[in-house]
């Protein structure tokens, strides 16, 4: 197998060529938002799902 450089040596230069601490930083918090977002949806999505079973169950829908 080949030789892989450590994550702390290139870690530096990957942040300085991202615009450095904050706009990883920054960066991190967007993703962490969508993330979220993405996971609220799904669950809003299942709590439709099941409150529509449960409505069929009691007759209240078709």
């Known amino acids: 197998m080949g030789k ?7 870690r530096p230069d990957i942040v300085a060529s991202a615009g450095g601490e904050e706009a990883v930083a920054e960066a991190r918090r967007r993703n962490q938002a969508h993330i979220d977002r993405y996971r609220l949806s799904e669950r809003q999505k299942d709590t439709r799902s099941a409150q529509l079973e449960v409505s069929c169950a009691l007759g209240d829908r078709p």
């Open 4 to 10: 892989f450089p450590k994550w702390v040596d290139v």
